[in-house]
Each structure stands twice: as structure tokens, then as C-alpha cells.
């Protein structure tokens, strides 16, 4: 479904990324819009998938301290395979997907509070029905990051 955004949707949208608490009242005033606006134009976000959830970042370790992996993942079929995208899609560490054109399908990048987080992740994908193989690199540091 191809859902039309304007300006206004888009700063929503930034603003919730940078705070999903943000009280209706403030982010209406940030985008000039009344409370009651805002919050129809949520819920037609939330609504038509544009806005697919809100996520908790668990306290207790540093950005500095979390570590970062990419997976690479082949899925036994490209064509039919959005049940692994879905199962994915509730991993809470997975902060991107993409679809990849080439020899790999899928490009999962997983920020996680330890190595072994990461490897229980590994574990759960490597497991679901539907991955045929994956490959795992860690981030050894971040020198630019524009998200």
C-alpha cells in the first residue's frame, strides 16, 4: 500500500525516531499542529505500516559498550521468503534490513548489549525455517555513523 507523506508526516516521524515519549502537545507545537492532529496523523501512520512499532533500549551499558554485527543471510527462497523478515522483524536488537540484489539476500544489522547476545541472535536466525545460510561480521569501530 503506497500511503502519501508530506513534510509534516516526516518531521513527525523524525521527531518520534529521535523520541518516541515525545508528549502529543510538544511535538504538536514542533510541527504546528494541534494535539488532536498529531495524533490522527499517528495513527494513520500506525495504521497503514508506516510507523510499525516503538522500541525500548535497554539502559546499563554505554553506546560505546553495546556491539554492532552485520549478518548476511541467504533464505532457501527469495521469492517466498517474508516469514524470515518477520521473524526478524521481532528481534529487538535488528536495527536494519535490507534487501540485497546479488549473490545474498538479506543485509541485518544487529546492535546487542555482548558477544554472546549476538550469538544467541546468530543462533535464533541460523535456526528459523526458510534461512539456508548466514554469515556474521562484527564492527570493530564506527567511524561514521549519519543514523
Known sequence: MTVHRDAIDEHIIAELTADARIPLVSLGAKVRLSRNAVRQRI?????????????????????????????????????????????????????????????????????????????????TVSAMPGVSNTVTSFSLSTVIDRG
Open 43 to 123: 495513527e494513520r501512520l500506525e495504521r497503514t505500516g508506516v510507523i510499525q512499532g516503538y522500541t525500548i533500549i535497554r539502559g546499563g551499558s554505554s553506546p560505546q559498550e553495546r556491539v554492532s554485527a552485520v549478518l548476511f543471510i541467504d533464505r532457501a527462497d527469495r521469492m517466498r521468503g517474508a516469514e524470515v523478515i518477520a521473524q526478524l522483524a521481532r528481534i529487538p536488537e535488528v536495527v536494519k534490513c535490507d534487501i540485497l540484489a546479488g549473490d545474498l539476500d538479506l543485509l541485518v544489522r544487529v546492535d546487542a548489549r555482548s558477544v554472546e547476545r549476538v550469538q544467541e541472535i546468530w543462533e
